[in-house]
Every structure is written in structure tokens, then in C-alpha cells.
């Protein structure tokens, strides 16, 4: 198991707990660091110097809040946060990643999905489930203060980087929108991380959430 990625549990639940354990034991290349039913015994684990790579994080837990750890893990340590919820209202959604989450999926996504956006969220890459990205979307869409450029895009990006901005606007992963493009996922990071320069941008939803603003995508 040397080399495998460490993926941290919080979750009441004890039959999604077990789910979940099941889908990352499943995968070779994962190995569960830790699978805490409180807020309180999450914490405590993160204090006894356990170092996951990634922690998946439900939202409503019997003492607390889950972007309560969400903030600690973030603050303390250089692992990521997906939260992995059924809470897609956009109170929810804003206060996880206020938190510092770095991707927000609903409990209906499908066992290969996650282990996906788990991969994909340690690479760099912000999944949302298509119904967050619409809410977060349309909040930043109507609380930024400053108004739209209409540059044309081609003065920036080619049209290949606002197709995958595009893609990832309506919350297609890395895979599956090198799938849709049919091009490598490998060719994928390669447009995001020129994207990202371009934009003087570090995440996934800040280059969406630009490219929005300025008028070149739409969703």
C-alpha cells in the first residue's frame, strides 16, 4: 500500500460510512486513513498528527458542522476537502467553500465519479456536481460588483481553453470533459494551467467564474 493515497471519512451515517469505506478499499492505489462519525472525533484525528491526503466531508453532523473541520483541515495542513453532501442549497454550498472546501459533490454521484473527483481534486481540480455549479454560479454572477468586459475572448483564450472552461461551467470533470472534446485528460491540464495564467487565477471555479464575467462562456 506504500505510495497510496490517504483519504480521510467524515460522516454520521453509518451505511454511507461503510459505502464509502468500501469504494476507496476498492481501489489500489487508496487506502482509508481515518472514518469519524463526529466533528469532535475528526478533530481529534488531524490532532494526533494523522496526515490524509484528502478528506471527504459531509456537512450535518450530530455535534457540529462539517465546514467547521473543513477550516481546521485546510488551516493545519496541506490536504484537500471534498465535501460530499445531500445539502445543494446555495447556503450550504457558499459556507463549504467559504470553509476552504476544494470541491462540492452531491451523495447521488455514482462510486466511479467519486473515486474520480477524489483523484481529480488532489491533481489541482475543483469537481462540483452539476446543480452546485449552477447556484454558485448564479451568486457570483449577481454579487460582483464589477461589470462585464465583453473582450472578445480570442484576444486571450483559444477556443479550445473556453470549450474546456466551458465544459467544467456545467460540471464535467477533468476525464470527462477530455472525453466530450475527445482529447487526453493529460491535454486537459495542459489547457487549465494556461488558463489559469491568463487569468491570474489558482482554482478551477475562479477561472469559470472570470471567464463568466467577462462574457465568454455562457452555461
Known sequence: MTGALKIGILEDDADMRAYLMAVIEAEPDMQVAFCCASLHAAIGQLRSGTAPDLCLVDLELPDGRGSDFVAKLTQTSDAKALILTVLGDRESVMTGFSAGAHGYLLKDTEPPQIVQHMTDTIAGASPISAQVSTY????????????????????????????????????????????????????????????????????????????????????
Not at 483564450?157 to 475527445?182: C, H, I
Not at 493529460?186 to 478551477?204: A, E, F, G, P, Q
Not at 471555479?205 to 471567464?211: G, Q
Open 136 to 219: 454558485l454560479l448564479d451568486h457570483y454572477l449577481k454579487n460582483q460588483s464589477k461589470s462585464p468586459d465583453t473582450t472578445d475572448p480570442s484576444d486571450a483564450l483559444t477556443k479550445r481553453e473556453v470549450d474546456v472552461l466551458t465544459l467544467f461551467a456545467k460540471g464535467l470533470s477533468y476525464k470527462e470533459t477530455a472525453e466530450a472534446l475527445g482529447i487526453s485528460a493529460h491535454t486537459v491540464n495542459d489547457y487549465v494551467k494556461s488558463v489559469y495564467s491568463k487569468l491570474s487565477v489558482n482554482s478551477r471555479n475562479e477561472a469559470v467564474y472570470e471567464a463568466l464575467q467577462l462574457g465568454w462562456i455562457t452555461v
